[in-house]
């Protein structure tokens, strides 16, 4: 894998560009390209109108994929999850399948990426100032792809420290949090609380306490011989790297549950890792102070994460 993670490339560009808060950082190449309706614009002239319903109230819909060595991951799932996402919000994509996808090719070529990340957004489009999704009949399409990886790699060496927030997901009564949409307000307060608490991800639990997901990752845990990671029912984002984690836990012949989990289960955890499309799979290693395990990654996760990193090397849609 051209995994720029653990190359000089991430130290000159974590040291050069600085990392946030958040862990993120990105090369925001000068020669970027932004794909809006099908057109190309400069970094600097990519933009779309304030009445947008998108900027007015995040009503749109989005996904981040991974490029890896000239091949999109999981294209097709992440393109089934966006069109999933925009019809529970009564979005109608104007756009086939295979129109989204060349769209999301074309503009890894556009920008001469054999490797990166790729913000795909469809926003409601122009509307009035009413919440009315009715005033809105023009949904805007909208590609970024860059350089982008989400923790330095000493995170997956020594492991991530996290917290539980105080903030619990979103009832799924209220919004499914299983729609990718562009109000992730939610998630950014449980952000938010894990900064201020010092780390870099937080634990969500849903409304009955149970473990639903972290900020912006799936989670995962073992005890003894099996792994178990929260049904998305209880408030999760039905990942893409959760669903090939999951794989890849079955390609190690290992037993895997989707159960509720509470944080005392966490806590008493043997093993534990997060996953999301630009974390990968990365270990955690301490839950509210309590240390997972012997307090370093577990050796099935490392396990885990080479299976990982085999299949974004051979499988995947070819931008060429
Ligand atoms: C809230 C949330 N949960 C989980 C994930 C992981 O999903 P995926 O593996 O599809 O990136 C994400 C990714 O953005 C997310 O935002």
Redesign the pocket.
């Known amino acids: 894998m051209k995994d720029f993670r653990g190359s000089g490339e991430k130290d000159l560009l974590a040291t050069e560009l600085g990392m946030n808060e958040g862990g993120w950082y990105s090369t925001t190449h000068l020669t970027m390209k932004v794909y809006i309706n099908g057109e190309y614009f400069d970094k600097e002239n990519a933009k779309i109108s304030v009445f947008d319903h998108g900027l007015l109230y995040g009503d749109g819909v989005f996904e ?1 994929i991974r490029l890896y060595s000239g091949c999109v991951f999981k294209l097709d799932e992440h393109l089934d999850r966006l069109e999933k996402s925009a019809k529970a919000i009564l979005l109608s994509l104007p756009w086939t399948r295979a129109e989204l996808s060349e769209a999301v090719c074309a503009t890894c070529r556009a920008n001469n990426l054999r490797d990166g990340y790729i913000r795909l957004v469809v926003t409601r489009g122009v509307g009035s100032l009413g919440l009315s999704h009715k005033t809105c009949s023009n949904p805007q399409l909208i590609i970024i792809a860059d350089k982008i990886s989400l923790y330095p790699q000493e995170y997956y060496t020594q492991g991530l420290k996290i917290v539980t927030s105080p903030t619990r997901r979103v009832n799924p009564a209220a919004f499914p949090p299983m729609v990718k949409s562009l109000n992730y307000l939610n ?1 950014i307060m449980a952000k938010a609380d894990a900064n201020m608490s010092g780390c870099l991800e937080a634990l969500m639990l849903n409304d009955q306490g149970y473990i639903a ?1 972290c ?4 989670v995962f845990i073992r005890h003894g011989d099996v792994w178990l990671t929260p049904a998305y029912h209880a408030g ?2 039905k ?4 669903g090939v984690a999951i794989e890849c836990i079955h390609e190690l012949g290992l037993k895997l549950v989707e159960t509720n989990i509470t944080r005392y289960e966490a806590w008493t955890a043997d093993e534990m890792f997060l ?3 630009a974390a990968e799979i990365i270990p955690v290693v301490e839950v509210d102070t309590r240390v997972i395990g012997d307090g370093t990654p577990g050796s099935q996760t490392a396990k885990l994460l080479e299976i990982f990193q085999r299949k974004v090397k051979v499988e995947g849609t070819m931008i060429e």
């Open positions: 981040g998630n997901e900020t912006g990752d799936n999760a984002l990942g893409i790297t959760r996953t999301g499309t």
